[in-house]
């Protein structure tokens, strides 16, 4: 007999879980489940990193408590794409399926592997249009003239500094430690 963890959510107080839990509870019972525990975020949008029951089941899944999470529908438990997919990952790494009521999907069948496969494809794909993007923009900022990366500390009064402690007989070691730059920035000045 499987056992299975329900777990529902709410994005705010005046909402209630009644009809995602009672929905799972009938297919639990139609399918012969034994149901383990039901985790329940209420008052808690999809977008927060910390979501205590999300947590809480996570942790018991760990533990290999349940078989399967089932869930009313995917936006009830992932954040975004990304964020699904590595629940999925590591759901699947615990050997853990997912169902999904309201797009019956349900990973422990061959169909519901294959979408779930198309998911996790959309996700490395949105990642990596993520990445371009973000390496378009820094290369658009350095045409632009824009100096990219932690501010320099070093200006002329900087290096006269290293300069003139040089002179005096300093070691590079001291000198680095005395201006709070780094050893190679010191053997860059002199």
Not at 21 to 43: K, N, P, S
Not at 101 to 127: C, N, W
Request: net charge positive; proline share 2%; with cysteine.
């Amino acid at each position: 007999m499987k056992k299975v963890a329900l777990y529902a959510r709410v994005s705010t107080d005046k909402q209630t879980v009644d009809n995602q839990l009672t929905e799972l509870r009938d297919v639990a019972e139609r399918m012969g489940y034994t149901i383990v525990q039901e985790f329940v975020d209420v008052g808690i949008s999809g977008t927060k990193a910390k979501r205590p029951a999300l947590d809480s089941m996570m942790r018991m899944a760990t533990q290999r408590r349940f078989d399967m999470v089932m869930c009313w529908s995917i936006d009830r438990l992932g954040r975004s794409l990304q964020n699904l997919i590595e629940l999925l990952n590591e759901l699947e790494s615990l050997r853990i399926d997912l169902f999904f009521h309201q797009q019956a999907i349900d990973t422990s069948t061959p169909m519901g592997k294959m979408v779930f496969s198309i998911l996790g494809a959309l996700g490395a794909y949105e990642r990596e249009l993520i990445r371009e993007r973000v390496i378009a923009g820094l290369q658009t900022a350095k045409s632009r003239g824009v100096k990219l990366g932690r501010p320099s500390k070093m200006n002329d009064g900087m290096k006269n500094a290293v300069q003139l402690l040089r002179e005096k007989g300093m070691g590079i070691k001291q000198i680095s430690k005395q201006l709070g730059i780094g050893v190679g920035t010191v053997y860059s000045v002199l």
